[in-house]
């Protein structure tokens, strides 16, 4: 399911790839453009169900209406040679086909929801390409979450892995990675809406990434060991806070990751603007 190079049978020597953590290769470079005209940098993951490959980022990424952030299209890098991470190459999408948005985002009765989700075409794809993607049983289910036995704990250690101003290894194109907190209860949806909180210190560009926690469980993926729990979206901030004496919180919302449970189904269908109606928006209550 997951578009991996086979690094036992790669000749040679230990390629690259084999020596950092998959998790680096899940991850994706996003920069929007109008037409050849660059927009904002931003960050993304890679996901499969069912053969399908899908790239994962934040809506606002894709179009932004309160600051009229309106792409055409966006790019992805994408790595290109095991042996050698400095090889890659770009990948271009139309963001809209015959008047349609390219994507599928989801809305639930709360409203919006910062998600979005779109196909990627697996014949574009050039050849040797190298990324590891997540799949659904990288996702937490609700009901172990509620339960108390998902091991996600309030204050677990969490990562965001992205690219923050655009900030990466220009060299081997690869992602930085923040330190979190779990800052609000997982399985619990953050004043009625579908995400909770992290404490994290994260800048504009990081929208779209992963957020994910180790997975150390006997079932864990070995290709991939970890579980994700939800997309980075932005900080979060008081309107009273006193600019003053007051600093940022320095909380950011991450959407849970089980709406693309949703976005991802098959026969799924969106209206024009690519909305997908989501009963609770997640599975979360």
Same mark, same amino acid.
């Given at each position: 399911?997951v578009l991996?190079?086979?690094?036992?049978h790669?000749p040679g020597?230990?390629?690259?790839?084999?020596?950092?953590?998959?998790?680096?290769l899940a991850?994706a470079?996003?920069g929007?453009?109008?037409?050849?005209?660059?927009l904002?940098n931003?960050s993304?993951?890679?996901?499969v169900?069912?053969?399908?490959l899908?790239l994962?980022?934040?809506?606002?990424?894709?179009?932004?209406e309160p600051s009229?952030?309106h792409?055409n299209?966006?790019?992805?890098?994408?790595h290109?040679d095991a042996a050698d991470l400095?090889?890659s190459?770009?990948?271009?999408?139309?963001?809209f086909?015959d008047?349609?948005?390219?994507?599928?985002q989801?809305?639930?009765?709360?409203?919006?929801i910062?998600?979005?989700?779109?196909e990627?075409?697996?014949?574009a794809l050039?050849?040797?390409?190298?990324l590891?993607?997540?799949t659904p049983?990288h996702?937490v289910?609700?009901?172990?979450?509620?339960?108390?036995?998902?091991?996600v704990?309030?204050?677990s250690s969490?990562l965001?892995?992205?690219f923050p101003l655009g900030?990466?290894?220009?060299?081997h194109?690869l992602?930085? @990675?923040?330190?979190?907190? $779990?800052?609000?209860a997982?399985?619990?949806?953050f #004043?009625?809406?579908?995400?909770? +909180?992290?404490? /994290?210190r994260?800048?504009r560009g990081?929208?779209g990434a992963?957020?994910?926690?180790?997975d150390?469980?006997?079932?864990?993926?070995p290709?991939?060991?970890?579980?994700l729990?939800? @997309?980075?979206?932005?900080? $979060?901030?008081m309107?009273?806070r006193?600019l003053v #004496?007051d600093e940022s919180?320095g +909380?950011?919302? /991450?959407?849970?990751?089980?709406?693309l449970m949703?976005?991802?189904a098959?026969g799924t269908v969106?209206n024009?603007?690519?909305v997908?109606?989501a009963?609770?928006g997640?599975d979360?209550s």
């Amino acid at each position: 399911m997951v578009l991996m190079c086979a690094r036992t049978h790669l000749p040679g020597p230990t390629p690259a790839a084999a020596v950092i953590d998959s998790l680096l290769l899940a991850a994706a470079r996003i920069g929007t453009f109008e037409h050849d005209r660059g927009l904002t940098n931003a960050s993304g993951f890679f996901f499969v169900r069912d053969e399908r490959l899908f790239l994962v980022t934040s809506r606002h990424v894709l179009i932004d209406e309160p600051s009229k952030h309106h792409p055409n299209r966006i790019e992805i890098e994408l790595h290109t040679d095991a042996a050698d991470l400095g090889k890659s190459t770009g990948l271009s999408m139309l963001l809209f086909a015959d008047g349609k948005s390219c994507w599928r985002q989801g809305r639930d009765a709360a409203g919006e929801i910062d998600v979005a989700v779109i196909e990627l075409d697996r014949s574009a794809l050039p050849a040797g390409v190298l990324l590891s993607a997540f799949t659904p049983a990288h996702l937490v289910e609700a009901g172990s979450a509620q339960d108390g036995h998902s091991g996600v704990e309030v204050g677990s250690s969490l990562l965001i892995v992205g690219f923050p101003l655009g900030f990466h290894d220009t060299l081997h194109h690869l992602p930085v @990675v923040r330190q979190a907190a $779990l800052a609000t209860a997982f399985g619990l949806r953050f #004043q009625g809406e579908g995400y909770f +909180l992290t404490d /994290a210190r994260t800048h504009r560009g990081t929208s779209g990434a992963p957020v994910v926690m180790r997975d150390t469980g006997a079932g864990a993926d070995p290709a991939l060991p970890w579980k994700l729990l939800g @997309v980075h979206s932005g900080r $979060l901030d008081m309107k009273t806070r006193d600019l003053v #004496q007051d600093e940022s919180l320095g +909380l950011n919302m /991450a959407w849970y990751a089980d709406i693309l449970m949703t976005l991802t189904a098959p026969g799924t269908v969106s209206n024009m603007d690519g909305v997908v109606e989501a009963a609770g928006g997640s599975d979360l209550s």
